[in-house]
């Protein structure tokens, strides 16, 4: 599959934590209020001075951007659902958007999209509500069916090949998805 490369910036607006009930939960929501527009300065900082360290993909593998589709399109569907773009998160290898769906102040499903169409997603604490747990991956959780509810047709699931031809705009051609065998012949 060709990389995707568009401009993205603006394409989703933000993801907005909702007001939270628990005198606990309140301080944390203005903490975030506040800490926000410095967070990825600050993290990039840390990453720099090797206080934190991240690198590759995440596990949880859902599949790849069906063919001919565009990652403006999937995200303007994707914000129809209620995802914003996630940018404090960590920003994975590849990686070229970070999209949540908030649940409550406690939890998000949360989906990253990579430069190969490659997309990747899982449900978890937000780092506001239980910053460390969410950094230690504590609760995390595939759920891989709601994910592909989600998705719809937009994502070839991890595991299957599409059935129609896949037409790849930067070769103007296309190739058969999946080649067919006829019993008792061998491929040659």
């Known amino acids: 599959m060709e990389s995707v490369k568009v401009s993205i910036k603006g394409a989703i607006p933000d993801s907005v934590v909702p007001y939270p009930g628990g005198v606990v939960n309140k301080a944390k929501y203005f903490f975030w209020k506040a800490y926000t527009p410095i967070h990825v300065w600050g993290m990039n900082l840390l990453l720099r001075l090797h206080i934190l360290h991240h690198e590759g993909r ?4 859902l599949g790849k951007l069906a063919p001919g589709v565009k990652l403006e399109d999937f995200l303007v569907h994707m914000h129809a659902q209620g995802w914003g773009n996630h940018f404090v998160a960590w920003h994975d ?40 747990r969410h950094v230690k991956e504590v609760g995390m959780e595939a ?43 061998s491929r040659s």
Do not use: C
Not at 112 to 124: M, N, Q, T
Not at 168 to 179: D, G
């Open 58 to 61: 995440q596990n949880f593998l």
């Open 93 to 132: 290898d590849g990686q070229v958007m970070s999209i949540r769906k908030l649940v409550n102040f406690t939890w998000q499903y949360h989906l990253r999209i990579f430069s190969d169409g490659e997309v990747r997603g899982h449900y978890e604490y937000t780092p506001e509500s239980h910053p460390r």
């Open 143 to 185: 759920r891989r069916e709601d994910f592909l509810n989600f998705l719809g047709d937009w994502v070839i699931p991890a595991g299957t090949v599409p059935r129609r031809p896949v037409v790849l705009p930067s070769r103007a051609r296309t190739i058969a998805a999946r080649t067919k065998r006829t019993p008792g012949k």
